[in-house]
Structure formats: structure tokens, C-alpha cells
């Protein structure tokens, strides 16, 4: 039924009377409503609801339905129904002229102005003015009742005050020393009283009570001073030491002797106590207690100083807030500055945070997806790690360290929960083991949930250890509450930027693909199709000293053919064999025309992997799956290589690098990979099972990668290790994990187990590769590049071999003749071409040696020349 609540007074009696009956029905059910509201209502609905309440208008306000005309509907839908809180810059002129918001500090915008002081000037005009102590004593009782709330009724600053208000009870009722103490705490946080000033007398000026003012915490309804708070009522103790509240250790500490108390409590306008304030021993009389006309003044005068004392409270409280906005709109100011990277952005929080909050160690642990329980980033700064200036070495991991379900971190990332926690050590949720495995220790944590816009977590802040040993308070907790929404929107937008920019990167990337390859058209295909493929022996695919040298590019794509053929690979996966020709020839076109790392170079690759497989006898250890991705992965794994390394990428800021910022090439390898298996024609993984398809996938991506040397050297001593301890259990994927990797990295540097004419001029084109890139690094980065690639460093050529084969080749052909001795023919061949070239790194030293000798010998003549033409002249 549709109701026009305009058309009330159209409406039948009966009707209206049914309206009534509804309305006060549902009165009465407002749960009702609510659900029927929340299942029911459209987004007019609501809209008009916010429209109506956020201008004020009649509760008549006709909203028009979903089924009103199309200019209604971009009415509602538009930005304009969005409720504006009004607030007009005529609110600000009531006052005086306000501070500027934004200030420049050192040449750079900035909200933080100057630390808002209060009046400690005008207070100490006052303290000038006052009168002396004599002729306040002179006065009458009112005259200077008069006289010591004027004093105070002008001064805003909390410590002043206070010190004015226990200098004149101590005139009022000829008290020797008086204290006071503020209440501190309210809600869930547990109340208590801390000392503002301890032991003042009529004579103490407010520079000594600063310099030497040690608070004194006391329990809330502990001693004279907390029972009084707690009760609101006063106390007039004639003898301290009789009373079973007094405790004599303030005593014993200060070497002063309390004889008798009056303590009263301060109460605002109210009712509410807000400080107790404490006389001790009449000063006129040794003996004489505190009577009852001195608890009559005291009251009084306290009456209007609780009203004095709230005032600065709040106005105090309105200082702080002020400076509080300042700091978290000048993190606001930093935040947005900084949207290109998210580590250099989590570094200025972290810098602000700590700086903040004065605390030992603050982390930052990002989720890039929490289905996966682990954290991907972990960000972690100490105070002592800078110092407060841009030269803190930022040395970010850059993998996860570890799962998200572990610890306090993990309880809040998983739960979205923020957690004080006082005591690490008596809490169970607390990862003992993040103590034990550091000299770190662990004593109090503020840990907050980083969420985006949707309110979904994506990362994790965390405080430890306060500098000055207590623990993080409600103060704390709002400040870092704030510091977290400013993070989670700052590394929100950072990540949607990267993202962007990571796309444009690969969009440029694609574009300059596809402008430099293309696919090889079908009838290509065709003709190698039509070809017959000799058997392996007739190419020698099965001897670890084969050489492409005698092959043309049709060879050597049928010798492909071959390979995938014998191990069994077209007839289980069931491949296309016009397909397999097709996606052949597509990667050998994709190989750029570079001097070493081109197609050539791959098929090389992928026979010594053959040979391993089949001579090696390793076909027998890894499944039909794994075979599959190590072919091509090896025929795959330097696709599109550009000539140049992976920190020539990153030095010359290519698209590449900013789309992969570890394993560069290798990442782009895997990627063109993909890019031509997915492309029709070229899809020699269609026929595959989807459990297959992904497997296979996961095989590929990891053996091309493993292709990273520097991958290589990180897992290397593990094999080495398992291989060492005869522990190793090839029927366990992990071990064939790392086995896979190894082998990849064998037939990739293969080339120098080769018999020495093949690895002679195989090191050549190596060498001339790099000394290209080398003479681009000169050109372009004005540098001098390393020895490898340096074309003047070539005749040392000899010397860098032979070091390449100490670090790199000789160990992983020595634990790969271990694995199986059918593969010992790499590690022979490995050892005979270090022979050959430590024998010309000594005929070249020795060369080098006798051109420098002959140099001196010429040089010492051309001398004694000299000194003999002089000697005649």
C-alpha cells in the first residue's frame, strides 16, 4: 500500500483512524520498525530521512518514490542529499583575532604553531603585585578572604594556581606546610590522586616548587587524602600518629615531623571532587591542632578555589586539544605529501608516533589479504634507531616474517581488537618466543587494528614500552586511535597508487611487447609440423658436451620437439602437436635478438635439463608434472631479456622495475610465459586437468624464478646441507622443491662445463653482453661499472672465470654428482675448464708482468739518458 503523507486531510475517517492505530502500534515495537526499516528501505528512503533531518523541515516533508520521474531520481541520487553539518566562518569572529592554522616552520608549511603557554607571565605580574605576608595578616578576615580570591580568580595556569592557592591557606589558617593533590582517572580507567605540589609553605616560590616537585601517587580511598576524595568529607586530625590512616613513610623520607592534619576536599560547581587539599602543623603554635573556625575558612576559601581550579582545568584541557588537533593535522599534512611508497610513508608515522607517544619500539605489520594468515610486511623501528633526521637507514624486509594467528599482533589482526596491555608477561595471548629469540624485553603493548575506508583491517600497529616505564593510558590509546585512522587512510591511498602505477607499468610493458613480438602465424607452424624429427642421438641431445654450433634455428626447434617427445610429455598431457610447434616457434620469436641471453641460449638451457632427466636418470625422481614445467620453464626462463640485469632495471627506473621490485627479469620471464601460453594456438597446457593447470603453473613459476642467482645463493646451503647428510628424501615435495630449483640453476650456467672451445667462445658472447651493458652504464649513468662490465677490466677475463667457478659452479655440479653419479660428466667438465682458464689467468698475469718489467727497464734508460745528456752539457 502506498501512503501520500501529504494527502491526510483527503483521506477517509476510517482510514485515518486505521493510520493512527498503526502508527502508535509500531510506537510501541520500535524493534519492528528497525528491521522492517533496515530490510525494507530504499536508498530514496533514506535519503529523504537524512534530507529531512538534516535541514529542519516539517515532519510533512513530501520525499518522492522510487517510481517519481528520472529528474527526481538524479536529484536524490546526486551528492547534493548528502547531509552537510553547517557551520558558517561568522562563528569564529565572536572573539579576538585567532592564530593563522597554517605556519611556516624552516620554509615548509606546517599546522604545528608554537606550544600554546599558559598565563605563567601574568602570574608572575601577579605574584609582583601581591601584597606581602604581613600586610595580608594585617587585614581583617574578610578584607583578606577579599584579597586571596581575587588573587586567584585571573590565573589559568593549573601549577601557578595551585601554588597561590596553598601559599594562602597557609596565611589563612597559619598553616607550616600545605600539599595538594588532583584526581586523576574516570570511567574504566581506575581513579587515583596525584600530588600537583607537595610541601609548600607561605615562603616557597613557584620556581622551587617546579624544579623540585616529585609527584606522589595515592590510591583512591587509601590514607587521609584518598578517604577524603572518596568520600568528599573532611578531616581534622589533631595527632597524625594516632590515627590509623596516617602513614608516617613521607615523613621518614622528608625528615619532617607531622603533628597535626586538616585535609578538605575541592569540589567543582557540581559537587564532584576534584582535588583534595592538605594543611600540616599550625606554625604559630608548636602543639596547637587545627580548630574549627580554621575547617570554616579553609571551606570557604576552597569553595571558590575548586571553581578557580576547574576553570584552568578546562582551559588547560582546551590547550592540549588544540595541540592535539595541530599534531594529528600536521600527520594528516605528512600523510598526504607522501603517496608514491608505503614504506617511506609507514616511516613517517612511525617517526611521528614515537615521537608522539615516547616509546621503545613501534612496528607496523601490513595484511595484504587475511586469508592467508600470514603478515605480508613487517615494519619495525626502535628509538634508538634515529635520531630524529633523514638519515635513519630504512632497512625494510622484504618478504613476510611471520603468520598472522601468532601473538597479540595476530589476535588483533584476526579479531580487529585494539589491546592495552599493561603486563606482556601474564598475558597468554603474548609470543613468548619474539623475547627469547632477541635481547629484547617486552614489558607493556598498545595494539591497534589498521583499517581502510570499508573498515577492513589491513594492517596492524603496535607500541611497546613506554620511555618513562608505565604503562599506555586512555590518553594514549585516543592519540594512537587517531594516528591509526590517519594510517589506514594514508596506506590505503599509497597502495591504491602503487597499484595504479603498477598497472600503468604493465600496460606499458604489454605495449612495448606487442609492438617488438607477435605470435607466429598458423601456416609457419605448419611447415615445422610437416618436418621429420630426427631421434636424439642424431642431435646428440644425450651427451652433456653437446653444442648448438652446427644446429640452424629449424634444428633446433625440432631437437625441442624431440625432447618433449622422449620424455613422454605430448602423449600424457595430451598436447596438440600442431599447437606444440606454434607455441615453439611463438617463444623463439619472443627471444629478443640480444647477444647472449636469446633463444639459443634457452635451448641450450633445456638440453642440458634433457640430459639430466634422461642420462641423469632424474626422470625416475620427479612426476609427469614436474618434468613438464622444468622443460618449460628452461625454455622459457629468459624470455624477452633485454640484454641487461636486474639492477641495470632498477638503475634506469624501468617500467620493469616498477612493476617487480625483487626478481625483476626473472618476474617478466614468468609473465611473457603465461602471456603465450594463454594466447590460442599456443595453449599447450588446454588438455590439462584444472588440479593439473594449477600445479603445473606453481612448478613453472617457481623454476623460473629459481633462475635469480640470487635466490640461488639464498637456498643453496640448505641443499648443500641435505645433500651433505645423505638425509635427503627425494619423495617428498619439498626436497624435490629444492632439488628443482638447484637443477635449474645447473643447466642454466651449463655453459661451463662444455668441452673448451664451446665454453671459449660462449664466454665471449657472455662478455660482450655485459661490457654492452657496461658502456650503457657510462653513457647513461655516468658510472664506472663493475669489473665483469667493464670493457677496459676485459683482460681479466681469465681471473673472473675462474672466481665464477669457485663460487657458483663447482659447488652446485659437486652436489649434483652427489645426488647422482650419472651426472658427474658436469662437474668433470666444470673442473677441466677451470684448469684452462687458470692457466691463462697465468700466462696473462705472467704477460701482464713482463709489459710492466719491460716498461721500468725503459723507463730507468730513458733516465740515465737524461742524466747523461745533462752531465755532458
Known amino acids: 500500500m502506498s501512503v501520500d503523507p501529504d494527502c491526510g486531510d483527503r483521506q477517509s475517517p476510517e482510514l485515518s483512524e486505521e493510520y493512527s492505530r498503526m502508527e502508535r502500534w509500531m510506537d510501541d515495537h520500535p524493534e519492528f520498525v528497525h528491521d522492517y526499516f533496515a530490510r525494507k528501505a530504499k536508498k530514496s528512503m533514506v535519503d529523504g530521512w537524512l534530507l529531512a533531518h538534516a535541514f529542519n523541515h516539517s515532519p510533512g516533508l513530501h520525499i518522492q518514490s522510487d517510481n517519481n520521474s528520472s529528474d527526481s531520481n538524479s536529484r536524490n541520487n546526486s551528492g547534493t542529499n548528502t547531509p552537510v553539518r553547517k557551520i558558517s566562518a561568522q562563528e569564529f569572529d565572536k572573539g579576538d583575532t585567532l592564530d593563522p592554522i597554517v605556519s611556516t616552520v624552516d620554509g615548509l608549511p606546517t599546522f604545528l604553531g608554537p606550544s600554546s603557554v599558559p598565563s605563567s607571565q601574568s602570574s608572575t605580574n601577579n605574584k609582583c603585585q601581591r601584597r606581602s605576608r604581613s600586610e595580608l595578616k594585617a587585614l581583617d578576615e574578610k578584607e583578606l578572604m577579599y584579597e586571596l580570591v581575587i588573587d586567584i580568580c585571573n590565573d589559568l595556569d593549573v601549577t601557578s594556581l595551585c601554588h597561590k592557592i596553598l601559599q594562602n591557606v597557609c596565611i589563612l589558617i597559619d598553616a607550616d606546610r600545605c600539599s595538594l593533590f588532583l584526581v586523576h582517572g574516570s570511567g574504566t580507567e581506575e581513579k587515583h590522586l596525584v600530588s600537583k605540589l607537595f610541601d609548600v609553605n607561605a615562603e616557597t616560590s613557584l620556581e622551587e616548587v617546579s624544579e623540585n616537585r616529585e609527584s606522589i601517587r595515592i590510591a583512591w580511598g587509601t590514607g587521609i587524602i584518598g578517604y577524603v576524595a572518596k568520600t568528599g568529607e573532611p578531616q581534622n586530625i589533631p595527632d597524625a600518629y594516632k590515627d590509623p590512616l596516617f602513614s608516617d613513610e613521607v615523613d621518614i623520607r622528608m625528615g619532617y615531623k607531622t603533628r597535626s592534619i586538616l585535609s578538605m576536599p575541592i569540589k567543582d560547581c557540581a559537587g564532584k571532587v576534584i582535588g583534595v587539599a592538605q594543611a600540616v602543623n599550625k606554625s604559630s603554635v608548636e602543639n596547637e591542632p587545627f580548630n574549627e573556625h580554621d ?23 582546551s590547550l592540549l586539544e588544540n595541540r592535539r588537533n595541530q599534531v594529528l ?108 629469540e632477541s635481547s629484547f624485553v617486552t614489558k607493556s603493548i598498545l595494539c591497534m587494528p589498521i583499517k581502510n575506508s570499508s573498515n577492513r583491517v589491513i594492517g596492524v600497529a603496535q607500541l611497546t614500552n613506554k ?64 618436418l621429420t624429427i630426427p631421434l636424439a642421438n642424431d642431435f646428440n641431445l644425450l651427451d652433456y658436451t653437446f653444442s648448438d654450433f652446427g644446429l640452424d634455428d629449424d634444428d633446433t626447434l625440432r631437437a625441442s620437439i624431440r625432447m618433449f617427445l622422449d620424455l613422454n610429455l605430448v602423449e600424457r598431457f595430451r598436447i596438440n602437436y600442431e599447437v606444440l610447434c606454434r ?141 651433505g647428510s645423505g638425509k635427503a628424501n627425494w619423495s617428498t615435495r619439498e626436497d624435490r622443491d629444492l632439488l628443482r630449483s638447484m637443477m635449474m640453476t645447473a643447466s642454466d650456467v651449463s655453459a661451463i662445463t662444455k668441452p673448451w672451445e664451446v665454453q671459449l667462445a660462449v664466454a665471449d658472447l657472455i662478455a660482450n653482453e655485459f661490457f654492452e651493458q657496461g658502456d650503457m652504464e657510462k653513457a647513461q649513468f655516468k658510472i664506472k661499472p663493475m669489473d665483469m662490465m667493464d670493457r677496459d677490466k676485459k683482460d681479466h677475463l681469465p681471473d673472473m672465470q675462474v672466481n665464477f667457478i669457485d663460487v657458483i659452479c663447482m659447488p652446485i655440479y659437486k652436489a649434483m654428482s652427489d645426488v647422482s653419479p650419472h651426472m658427474r660428466p658436469l662437474l668433470d667438465g666444470c673442473k677441466k675448464n677451470r684448469s684452462n682458464w687458470e692457466s691463462m689467468s697465468t700466462q696473462t698475469n705472467k704477460h701482464s708482468e713482463d709489459e710492466k718489467e719491460n716498461e721500468k727497464h725503459d723507463e730507468e734508460e730513458k733516465v740515465s739518458e737524461e742524466k747523461d745528456e745533462m752531465a755532458s752539457s
Not at 608522539?356 to 600470514?374: A, F, H, N, P, W
Not at 589506514?488 to 597499484?499: D, V
Not at 638440453?607 to 622444468?630: I, S, W, Y
Open 583 to 723: 607455441w615453439l616457434m611463438s617463444v623463439k620469436k619472443n627471444y629478443r635478438n640480444v647477444t647472449y641471453h636469446n633463444w639459443r641460449h634457452a635451448f641450450n638451457v633445456a638440453q642440458t635439463m634433457f640430459c639430466m632427466l634422461k642420462k641423469g636418470q632424474m626422470d625416475n625422481v620427479f612426476t609427469d608434472r614436474e618434468r613438464l614445467a622444468l622443460m618449460v620453464g628452461c625454455l622459457c626462463h629468459d624470455l624477452d631479456h633485454r640484454g641487461t640485469n636486474n639492477q641495470f632495471q632498477k638503475e634506469s627506473m624501468s617500467p620493469l622495475a616498477d612493476l617487480y621490485s625483487t626478481s625483476t627479469l626473472e618476474h617478466h620471464h614468468f609473465d611473457q610465459c603465461i602471456m603465450i601460453l594463454s594466447t590460442k594456438g599456443n595453449d599447450i597446457l588446454s588438455n590439462l586437468k584444472q588440479n593439473e593447470y594449477e600445479d603445473v603453473i606453481n612448478l613453472l613459476e617457481g623454476a623460473i624464478l629459481s633462475t635469480d642467482l640470487a635466490l640461488y645463493f639464498k637456498f643453496r646451503g640448505t641443499f648443500f646441507d641435505l645433500v
Open 467 to 530: 620511555l618513562d616505564a608505565t604503562a599506555f593510558n586512555k590518553n594514549d590509546e585516543n592519540l594512537f586511535e587517531a594516528f591509526a585512522i590517519f594510517c589506514g587512510m594514508g596506506i590505503n591511498n599509497t597502495q591504491m597508487y602503487e597499484t595504479a602505477i603498477r598497472a600503468m607499468a604493465k600496460r606499458r610493458i604489454a605495449l612495448e611487447c606487442l609492438s617488438y613480438h607477435a605470435t607466429v602465424p598458423a601456416d609457419e607452424a605448419n611447415k615445422l609440423k610437416t
Open 295 to 317: 575547617e570554616k575558612v579553609f571551606g570557604y576559601y576552597l569553595a571558590f578555589c575548586g571553581i578557580g581550579l576547574k576553570n584552568a582545568q578546562l582551559y588547560e584541557k
Open 329 to 436: 593535522l600536521d600527520l594528516a599534512r605528512v600523510i598526504f605529501e607522501e603517496q608514491s611508497n608505503v614504506a617511506n610513508l609507514i616511516y613517517k608515522i612511525m617517526m611521528h608516533t614515537q615521537s608522539l607517544l615516547q616509546c621503545q619500539r613501534c612496528q607496523v605489520m601490513l595484511i595484504e589479504d587475511l586469508s592467508k594468515g600470514i603478515f605480508s610486511q613487517v615494519f619495525d623501528l626502535e628509538n634508538t634507531d634515529f635520531d630524529n633526521s633523514d638519515t635513519f637507514n630504512r632497512n625494510w624486509p622484504a618478504e613476510p616474517r611471520f603468520p598472522i594467528h601468532i601473538g597479540i599482533s595476530g589476535h588483533v589482526a584476526t579479531t580487529g581488537e585494539t589491546l592495552n596491555i599493561p603486563d606482556a608477561s601474564k598475558d597468554k595471548r603474548f609470543y613468548t618466543k619474539a623475547d627469547e
